[in-house]
């Protein structure tokens, strides 16, 4: 299987997850200039930007470790992208990270600064 397929099946995954415990998918790999962001979530009134990650084993490190500070940057200016292109800019907002290690999953709420 190819890595976007694979990729997607995980995405797929994660938008299940998510579902069944109240979220309101919004977009999924909203592109911009300044790179993607895997989902775009409604949880109540916060808009939610969820990265996904997968590993086959933790040989490398778990799955949400790859979500460093770098891509953490790119996720920021995309959402900010995002948030522009629906012309709301004074919205609550989260950065969520979903790993999956080993075909387990862990949801990481608020993984890092918000806006």
């Known amino acids: 299987m190819n890595k976007r397929k694979l990729g997607n099946d995980y995405e797929d995954k994660a938008c299940e997850y998510l579902e069944s415990i ?3 998918i919004l977009e999924r790999n909203f592109r911009s200039k300044k790179g993607e962001i895997n989902i775009i979530a409604r949880d109540g009134e916060t808009i939610v930007f ?12 778990y799955a949400v470790e790859a979500v460093d500070y770098r891509k953490q940057i790119v996720i920021y200016k995309v959402a900010e992208s995002y948030l522009n292109y629906i012309k709301k800019v004074d919205v ?7 790993g999956f290690d080993n075909g387990i999953i ?10």
């Open 22 to 24: 109240g979220y309101i």
């Open 50 to 61: 969820v990265e996904v990650k997968y590993r086959q084993s933790n040989s490398f490190g």
């Open 92 to 98: 609550p907002c989260r950065f969520d990270v979903i």
């Open 106 to 115: 862990n949801h990481i709420k608020n993984a890092f600064g918000g806006m």
